[in-house]
């Protein structure tokens, strides 16, 4: 699950004084209703960052090779994990089988109609529906949320009730931000959008991802172990 640091206390350290957005920031009071996004990325971004698991910083991933960037604001939420509840749900809802979670925390796109001009930061965002989203086979959930009182965005309630394309905007990002022309066809997991679904699958969804890192991380200890 990423790099590994040989001295614990450096670690405990870390988490100790230093807010680590995965374990130590809240995800609110009111979730899953209204919750705390960390925003890794925003849609003028030509790199991909992502969180390194271990020291709670932001990192570069890779430059963007290609044209495709991020249509809104895209993150994750603190203290969730996609583990057997959030798989078991994608298998009970889709019919597929053998289905796991992809280990990391749940993804979370944000939208609004505001230029954000970079991430690593807090947003308060209210879930409206998400992707049933599959890489390999591995639950890799897309919740999409509107940025709390948006001008133009904290009206919808609703996935449906979003214009057809910004929903297919995000869903071509998904579908095509990992292709590379040049790679190897056997090289390749398949990803797959398998359904949209509303606000109501998406808050149980954040509600199993939290009771998953409720169980993956029974203890600091565990963190420290595990990250």
Avoid at 37 to 45: G, L, N, R, Y
Avoid at 93 to 116: A, M, N, Y
Avoid at 120 to 130: F, H, L, Q, S, Y
Wanted: aromatic residues 8%.
């Amino acid at each position: 699950m990423g790099n590994k640091i040989n001295d614990p206390i450096a670690r405990l350290m870390g988490l100790r004084y230093k807010s680590h957005p995965w374990h130590g920031i809240e995800v609110g009071d009111d979730a899953p209703n209204v919750i705390t996004a960390f925003i890794e990325m925003v849609p003028t971004d030509t790199v991909k960052y992502e969180l390194d698991k271990v020291s709670g910083y932001i990192k570069i991933d890779r430059p963007q090779k290609y044209s495709n960037v991020i249509p809104a604001l895209y993150g994750f939420v603190p203290q969730s994990f996609c583990g057997e509840a959030v798989a078991q749900y994608c298998m009970d809802q889709s019919g597929r089988k053998d289905i796991v979670g992809d280990g990391d925390p749940l993804d979370i796109c944000v939208l609004t109609e505001r230029d954000v001009s970079h991430g690593d930061i807090i947003v308060n965002a209210r879930p409206i529906g998400g992707f049933r989203m599959l890489d390999g086979n591995e639950a890799d959930d897309k919740i999409i949320a509107v940025l709390s009182h948006d001008v133009t965005y904290s009206g919808y309630t609703d996935i449906s009730e979003l214009p057809r394309g910004v929903v297919n905007r995000l869903k071509h990002y998904f579908l095509t931000y990992k292709d590379m022309p040049d790679a190897a066809e056997h090289n390749k997991k398949k990803v797959e959008i398998i359904e949209t679904y509303g606000r109501d699958e998406a808050c149980e969804i954040i509600h199993r991802s939290l009771e998953d890192y409720k169980c993956h991380f029974d203890s600091l200890d565990d963190i420290l172990r595990r990250v």
